[in-house]
């Protein structure tokens, strides 16, 4: 299922997207912050169990040393969503080898088994850090073999757990896979992906922010499930056939799930998926969480760039009824 997506990617980005390809949250999704609570916090800031997983993949042909990079990882100051007293502490650990991503607990909606499967390469918590504030912390280095071999997964690929295990504050962050320890150096032909992703939505209703899941040949319908969107706005589909197909969007503290038919002529191409808030702008501050799922109720992985390139609605396609 995979490898076909792998190749896709191939064709279309390694040489002229890397950059774009490397951030999380990419470029093309416009997103501000990934978000994750501490272990006291309360779900209705938007995060439903305090734990983020982003994977990268590495192509086996790399063979010099990778760095993955966060922004901000301290809790306290500038980006960060304070609560009360600054109290949390957000573990953040790099996993390879065997079942890293493998282990179907590291790709499932919740935390229940194994999720933090692998070889656990290397770890730090941080608490309020004001060295760290609005700066980037380097793991690593890395050799690209320390991450578990999956040519599905289009190479090496390594696991980034990051969970809040204390206090109630909101961590907010970027992560980067690099070549350098000191700069963003683009790792080239890598990617980023993700099977739940939790995110703080932009306060201004005029930006846009999006996720690029893929579908590939089995893909017949897929569900989509939210948390905690506090009814702010819309979601909507396009699509090489869909102009605008409306998804559920959750109240606060609420879950929401709506689901959608695959048009044949969707296969082996991206989905963007749009996100927009009231055009009002009155919810600030707004962490949501969202998932898809595949008719077989695997979840389906978000891309840091949309394989293919962001899709545009065809007139006479989106009309095309299946037999």
Known sequence: ?????????????????????QPVPGADENIPYLVTFGSDGEKAWGDNDFCQIIFFSVPKDITTPVFIRVFDADIGGVHDEQKSDWNTKSFYGIYGGKNACSNPDAQKSNLDGSYDSGTLLATKTFGQNDDLDNKWYSF????????????DFGGNVFKVIIEGTQGDDGNMYHLFLSTSKTENRPVEGAFAFYF???????DNPKEISHIY????????????????????????VISVAKNGEMMKVSGDNQWAE???LINKNEKNTSLDIQMIKEQSGSIKS??????LENQFG???????????GIPKY??????TVDE
């Open 213 to 236: 899941p893929y579908i590939d040949d089995r893909v017949v319908a897929l569900k989509q499930t939210n948390f905690d969107w506090d009814s702010d706005g819309v979601i909507r």
């Open 1 to 21: 299922m995979i490898s076909r997506i792998v190749l896709i990617f191939s064709c279309f980005f390694v040489g002229i997207a890397s950059m774009e390809a």
């Open 258 to 260: 709506s689901r959608h």
């Open 140 to 151: 690593g280095p890395f050799n690209p073999t320390e991450g578990e071999l999956l040519p």
């Open 298 to 308: 695997e979840l389906m992985p978000f891309y840091s760039v949309p394989i293919g």
């Open 314 to 319: 065809k007139y006479s396609i989106g009309m």
């Open 196 to 202: 739940k992703y939790k995110f703080r939505m932009h």
């Open 286 to 291: 707004n962490n949501v969480v969202i998932y």
